[in-house]
Every structure is written in structure tokens, then in C-alpha cells.
């Protein structure tokens, strides 16, 4: 059986050419060639062009068919309910718009609703309509926050069909072997001939899946091409060792401190410091020590800062980089990198004995606060130490970024991240009820999803405090977006009051609560509408 394949030039190309345009611009303002203007203008430009596709076809040459593609993989789960298969068809089918004056409306944006929709429908197990399918790639494909929930929800299909479709293509990157199941662990020749044999990115995928499960072996996996791989193959194989770091790969990360690359020894050191107990650590100890002291010819004791003042070549080796960013004092940024490696049980020996709450508290000399705090800061995240990181985040309720050895918000977002979510929820609750919410969307950031019933409600008291005072609520859209998709949907009672327009004050900004009313019933809409579709997909898959 033959197909036609090449299409051979039968007709001027113009011709063609001229009734693409005719058609792009209307045949009111270009009139087809071999037509007349006027009402029919319109069908005789159909009329030429299906005359026209006749005559390209025409022209082509036969060439031999191509091969059927395989059948679509059967997907074992099962169907979604039918209320959650529509509900998905119409979180895909929204193409949100602007409205005019600055107004979103009271509707929800239901394509900020897709990814809880698809972390609920994967936690229970659903496989998506096939129909749907290339909807969600292509929702996928517009925006890589979402590929991973697609990928896992459209299953072992989504690769078939992104074989049929180039722009799908990021479906093929990101399943090892372009969909093809990673080896067992037990099979050690095939996991050898992926690793051997494979793509980088199959290769990637099957080391970190390998790290996942056991630890070791992806070590040892690593270590058999180690002196044979790129040095950009080099960092990314590295990076996966931050699964499960722990003090058997130590060995592996001291050679790599000499590697070739600056990134590659970069990556090692910062790893390596993670572990408290490595000898890097312990020589940025004695380095970081050597800068810090404890003075105690003053009436109250503080914190002496001596910066280095040269980066030989064991630090840069351990992974200090030499050269200052723009606009930073050289001894200055080699403190920094000092006092971030060295591990924070260091500390409570060289300042007295002292707790992290203590040692935080003590005045530092000669302005070098703001760079000490900053890299305790920095090593606290690394080193995920919770003690330390209350200690540097202090109270909730003390004083906002910018103020006098204040630690920022950015800084408090990151060291939140070391402690349990209910811990951090509480203190950014503190947080809020004591500084508003003008200075609080990072930190919410970091809080999980849904809101528990504290800062769910310290969120919505300060909105209410914010609309009270007659104020815009464009200034609170990113924290209303949050609370959109994090409030905790059995909250929508509570808000039920706050949907009329308010009396305004005579010193109320004009409109603004007809401009808050719109918003807190927009809020209202969607926690019922996330209500509904967590009932709709059931509690779990029969």
C-alpha cells in the first residue's frame, strides 16, 4: 500500500499564497483571485481553495506507507466518577481573561484550581478520560509547574501520544526510557545497561530513583563512570546525592573536591558541610572559629568579628569561592562562606557555653551582625536545625525586616522550612496577627496546604482589618489568591458576612468596598467549589 508523501509544485505558488491572505484578511478588505467582490466573496474563496488543495494533492509523489503506531498501553485504573470526569473538563476548558477596570468578577480561576484538583485525583488513585488527555498535555505544556501531577495522573498514555505530537515531546524527557518502566532494583544488568547505555535524562531518572530506595547502590552506580562523564553530567549526577545524605558518602564527596570543575567542587563542599560530623566541617569549624570570638573586656559581653584576609588555596578547595560578587567586600564574603559550612554545634563551645537563643541575643561588634546572623541563617537551613532556626527567627511578634539586626523576611521563609508544619503555621499566624499581612506572602508561602483553623483565620481577620480601614484590595491580591486555593474550604461559613459592600468612611478610598465585596465572594465561591470537587473524586478509588 502506498501514501503520497512529497508534495510537488503543480500550480504558481502565489496562487496559494494569495488565498492564505485573502483568508487572514477578510475578503472585504482582500478580494480572492478569480473572484468577485461582493456577499459571495466569501464562498467562492472556499470554493478556490478546496479546487486549489485538489490541485496540490494531485501533485504528489507515491511513497511507501508508514508503519501503524502500536496500540495505546491499557491503563489498569479505575475511571474517574463522572461528576469529577466533567468537573476536569471544565478546570481544562477555563481560559481566564482580563476584565476591564481592573475587576476580576467574583468567578473563580478554575486553572489555579487544576493542580489540587490533580494532587487529589492522583492520591486517589484515578485514571483521567481518554478524551481528555490532550487537553491536560497541553495545560501541561504551557506551564511546568504542573507536568509532574499530569504526567503521573495521564499515566503510560501520555507517552504514547506525546511519540504522535513533537509538542508534547516534554513527556518523553521526563519518563526514564521515553516511558519505558525503570529496571527492578534486583535486576543489576539492566540497571547497569540503562546506566551504561542510556540517555542522559534516562540515566538522571534512574539514579535518582536508585538513590530513593537504596541509597548505596546509587553511590557505587555513580562511581563506575564517574571519571568518564561531562562536567555539566557531573553536577547533575551530584545532585541527586542530597536524597538520603548521610555519612557513608563522604568518601565519595572528599575526591570530588578536587574535581575539574568549580561547580562540581562547589556542590561537593555544600554537601559535605551538610554533614555535620565530615572533616570538611570540621576545618570550616576551625576556620569559622578563628573569626568569631567572644570579647569580654566590654561591660556586656559580645561577639568580636575577625573576617580573613586572604582565601587560600584549602578554603577555595573546600569550596569558598574566591571572588566577591558585585558590590561586596572580599572578607566580608569569605566570612560568610566560613560561617555557613562550619557546623552549628560549634558555636555554644566557642561563645561560653551559651544556647542558639543566647548566642542570637548577644550584640556583635563593629556592624558585622547583619553578615553573621545571615550566614547562621544559611546554616541552619542546610544543616536543617530547628533549634537554631527558632532561635534566629525569634518571635513572631518582633520587629519587621529592615529594622536594626532584624533577620528578612526572605531569610525567616527559608528557616521556616526547617520546622513542622504546624509549628510554622502557628508562628506565621503570630506573625500576621501582629504585623498585617503587607510583609507576609512569603511566608505563606511555605506553610502547607490547607491552612489549619489559626492561620486560616488570622489571614481572613487581617483581610477584614484591611477592608475596615477603607484601603484597595489590589494591594492584598497575592495573599487573596492564596487564600483562594489554601484556606480551608469548611472556612466559607465564616466569611458569609464579609460578602456585602460595606458602609464607606469618608476617608474610604472611593468604591473600595464594592471592590472588597467582589473579592470575598470571589473567595466564598471558590472554597465551595474545592468543597465539591474533593466530594465529587470520593474518598479513594473502589
Not at 90 to 101: N, Q, S, Y
Not at 176 to 190: E, I, N, Q, T, V
Not at 312 to 330: F, I, L, N, S
Not at 419 to 446: D, K, M, P, Y
Request: overall charge neutral.
Amino acid at each position: 500500500m502506498n501514501r503520497p508523501s512529497a508534495p510537488v509544485d503543480s500550480s504558481p505558488p502565489s496562487t496559494w499564497e494569495e488565498l492564505v491572505t485573502a483568508a487572514l484578511l477578510g475578503t472585504d478588505r482582500r478580494t480572492p483571485p478569480g473572484c468577485a467582490p461582493g456577499r459571495e466573496a466569501p464562498v467562492a474563496l472556499l470554493d478556490a481553495a478546496a479546487v486549489e488543495t485538489v490541485r496540490r494533492r494531485a501533485g504528489l509523489r507515491p511513497a511507501r506507507a508508514a508503519q501503524r503506531p502500536q496500540p495505546a498501553p491499557e491503563d489498569p485504573r479505575p475511571a474517574l466518577p463522572p461528576a469529577a470526569a466533567h468537573r476536569l473538563a471544565m478546570l481544562l476548558a477555563d481560559r481566564p481573561g482580563a476584565a476591564g477596570g481592573g475587576r476580576r468578577g467574583t468567578s473563580p480561576d478554575l486553572m489555579e484550581l487544576l493542580p489540587q484538583w490533580l494532587a487529589t485525583a492522583n492520591q486517589r488513585g484515578f485514571a483521567p478520560p481518554p478524551q481528555s488527555l490532550p487537553a491536560l498535555l497541553d495545560a501541561a505544556r504551557g506551564r511546568t509547574d504542573l507536568r509532574p501531577a499530569v504526567l503521573t495522573f495521564a499515566g503510560p498514555r501520555a507517552v504514547w501520544l506525546a511519540r504522535l505530537n513533537p509538542d508534547w515531546r516534554f513527556a518523553l524527557r521526563a519518563a526514564p526510557g521515553g516511558g519505558a518502566a525503570l529496571p527492578h532494583l534486583k535486576d543489576s544488568a539492566r540497571i547497569q545497561q540503562l546506566w551504561q547505555e542510556g540517555l542522559f535524562a534516562e540515566r538522571v531518572a534512574l539514579l535518582s530513583a536508585v538513590r530513593t530506595r537504596e541509597p548505596a547502590a546509587a553511590r557505587e552506580l555513580l562511581t563506575t563512570t564517574w571519571a568518564t562523564e561531562r562536567a555539566e553530567d557531573r553536577l547533575m549526577f551530584l545532585d541527586s546525592l542530597r536524597t538520603g545524605l548521610g555519612p557513608r558518602d563522604e568518601s565519595f564527596l572528599e575526591q570530588a573536591l578536587a574535581d575539574r570543575s568549580r561547580n562540581v567542587r562547589a556542590t561537593a563542599a555544600e554537601l559535605l558541610s551538610a554533614l555535620p560530623g565530615s572533616a570538611l566541617a570540621a576545618r570550616m569549624a576551625v576556620r569559622a572559629g578563628a573569626c568569631v570570638a567572644l570579647d569580654r573586656t566590654r561591660e556586656t559581653p559580645a561577639i568580636s568579628v575577625e573576617a580573613p584576609h586572604e582565601c587560600d588555596t584549602g578554603m577555595e578547595r573546600d569550596g569558598v569561592v574566591a571572588k566577591a560578587p558585585a558590590g561586596r567586600g572580599e572578607r566580608s564574603w569569605w566570612f560568610g562562606q566560613l560561617v555557613e559550612a562550619a557546623p552549628l554545634s560549634t558555636w555554644p563551645g566557642r561563645l561560653g557555653g551559651r544556647t542558639p537563643q543566647e548566642i542570637v541575643a548577644l550584640p556583635v561588634a563593629d556592624d558585622w551582625q547583619g553578615e553573621l546572623h545571615a550566614a547562621w541563617c544559611r546554616a541552619a537551613v542546610r544543616q536543617r536545625d530547628g533549634e537554631w532556626a527558632r532561635a534566629l527567627l525569634g518571635s513572631p511578634s518582633a520587629p519587621e525586616a529592615g529594622g536594626p539586626g532584624a533577620v528578612s523576611l526572605a531569610e525567616r521563609a527559608k528557616l521556616l522550612g526547617t520546622l513542622g508544619s504546624a509549628e510554622r503555621a502557628e508562628w506565621v499566624a503570630g506573625f500576621i496577627a501582629t504585623h498585617g499581612l503587607s510583609e507576609a506572602f512569603q511566608l505563606l508561602g511555605v506553610c502547607a496546604v490547607p491552612w489549619g483553623a489559626p492561620l486560616g483565620r488570622a489571614v481572613v481577620d487581617a483581610l477584614n482589618i484591611a477592608r475596615d480601614a477603607g484601603s484597595y484590595p489590589w494591594s492584598f491580591s497575592g495573599v487573596m489568591g492564596l487564600a483562594e486555593r489554601c484556606l480551608d474550604p469548611a472556612e466559607a461559613s465564616r466569611l458569609d458576612g464579609l460578602q456585602a459592600v460595606p458602609d464607606e468612611s469618608e476617608d474610604a478610598s472611593p468604591g473600595a468596598g464594592g471592590y472588597w465585596a467582589e473579592a470575598f465572594q470571589r473567595l466564598v465561591t471558590t472554597l465551595r467549589l474545592r468543597a465539591a470537587m474533593t466530594e465529587e473524586l470520593g474518598t479513594q478509588a473502589p
